[in-house]
């Protein structure tokens, strides 16, 4: 069903994606730049290796794993609200030690802490804010709903990675001041605006089943444990956008902070302009369909890295791997809140995240470990991935056309 422009504003005025969709464009803004310019920072100042750089990614990562996956049951019974104002404050005090320890320039093993303890908030806070959004949509307006989000993140994503650019070259220490006040700026955003009851979609029923958190339940769900499977193993080669290619921006086609700044800012401009275009172009399509589509156009853009330099080519590039994200984001999110239990939602995005979080953070380590190998002609590193990459799709195939998707009401 197609949303008309005035419906896709209602969706907005609604009060939990208005606040999340708020937030996600202040986190993004902000953290997009920390993302970018934290693993420069270790290359470049603290002269880490790429590979212990991608471990430090792996352990962020892997250690969010055991936390987010009991929060999923908090936020369903405790609701979402009071899981993200409590996630919130914790990691505004981390961000703040990590901002200190930047500036002094401190033993990197205690950033390496504050880092692997501030990635669990991370999740927790995004897989509560899709249960908001879930609760606040219906069955046919829930691919308008999360891209009105990824709009606003997408615009902060368009703004922070070029003004972060800008801030590196006077220091890098400002970037992490600035999305540790951002961080508070979103809690106070939250606890102010956020109604403590969220209502659920207007074709919803409640469950029925029973409140008991099953952090288990999930993953005895075979449609929601096939997509989860196949989507988590996907990220091997869509995890190549950030720390890899920042990489590979930088030693191969000679890149300064403030170019790979807009080029990441690029991205930001094509999905705020480009994902509700996309999202009417392919409003037939069934989401599965449009997650493997996306995953061929990331797969194809990350190919053509090798053959072709400079800037001009790496925007038109950039541009080509966005419009692979405008195909594959919101169907992923729409996938699982379809199969979810209506009150099992956070358990269900968040054993969604552990699922893709024990196969993501192997990303980076593949990446920076073929950097390493490759070292002498970085180009070399998209062929593996290429290889693996076209591998995965043809075999899913088959996988693909067991899951059964459904609207779990009742």
């Known amino acids: 069903m197609k949303q008309s422009g005035n419906d896709t504003i209602s969706i907005f005025r609604r009060n939990g994606i208005a606040v999340v969709a708020s937030n996600q464009f202040i986190r ?10 934290l693993p420069l ?6 002269h880490v290796p790429y590979i212990i750089i991608g471990l430090v990614v792996f352990l962020m ?23 993200i104002i409590v996630s919130n404050i914790f990691l505004g005090l981390l961000l703040l030690s990590l901002t200190l ?21 991370m999740n927790i806070i995004g897989a509560a804010d899709n249960v908001i959004v879930s609760d606040n949509s219906s069955v046919a307006e829930r691919n308008s709903a999360f891209s009105i989000v990824r709009i606003l993140q997408n615009l902060g994503f368009s703004l922070g990675p070029a003004i972060g650019g800008f801030i590196a070259g006077i220091g890098y220490g400002y970037i992490f001041l600035l999305t540790t006040v951002f961080s508070f700026s979103e809690l106070f955003i939250y606890a102010k605006f956020l109604k403590k009851q969220q209502k659920k979609g207007e074709s919803e029923k409640d469950d029925t089943v029973n409140m008991k958190p099953d ?10 444990f096939i997509v989860a499977i196949l989507i988590s193993l996907f990220y091997l080669i869509l995890g190549q956008w950030g720390t890899t290619l920042t990489f590979f921006w930088k030693g191969f086609d000679n890149m300064s902070d403030f170019d790979i700044g807009l080029l990441y800012s690029v991205n930001g401009v094509v999905v705020t302009l480009g994902q509700l275009p996309v999202n009417r172009l392919l409003s037939k399509m069934e989401d599965i369909t449009r997650i493997n589509l996306g995953y061929i156009v990331y797969l194809f853009s990350f190919s053509l890295l090798p053959f072709f330099r ?5 925007v038109l590039d950039t541009i ?52 390493t190998v490759f070292s002498a002609d970085l180009g070399l590193i998209w ?21 059964n998707m459904r609207e779990h009401n009742n």
């Open 28 to 37: 993004v803004f902000a953290r997009s730049q920390m993302w970018i310019f």
């Open 215 to 224: 952090i288990f339940k999930a993953f005895k769900d075979r449609p929601f």
């Open 320 to 371: 080509l791997i966005t419009m692979g994200e405008n195909i594959v984001s919101p169907s992923i999110n729409t996938v699982i809140s379809r199969i979810a239990p209506v009150n099992k939602r956070g358990q269900y995005f968040t054993s969604f995240q552990v699922l893709t979080g024990m196969v993501t953070p192997i990303a980076p380590v593949l990446g920076t470990f073929f950097l």
């Open 101 to 121: 320890l930047i500036f002094e320039n401190s033993n990197l093993y205690l950033i390496y802490m504050v880092l692997i303890l501030s990635e669990p908030l």
């Open 383 to 403: 062929y593996p991935f290429t290889i693996i990459g076209t591998i995965f799709f043809l075999s899913f195939i088959p996988l693909w056309k067991k899951v």
């Open 310 to 314: 400079g800037f001009i080519f790496l």
């Open 41 to 46: 920072y270790l290359l470049e100042i603290r």
């Open 61 to 83: 990562a892997i250690s969010s794993l055991p936390l987010t996956l009991v929060a999923g049951g908090l936020i369903d019974k405790r609701g979402a609200r009071s899981v």
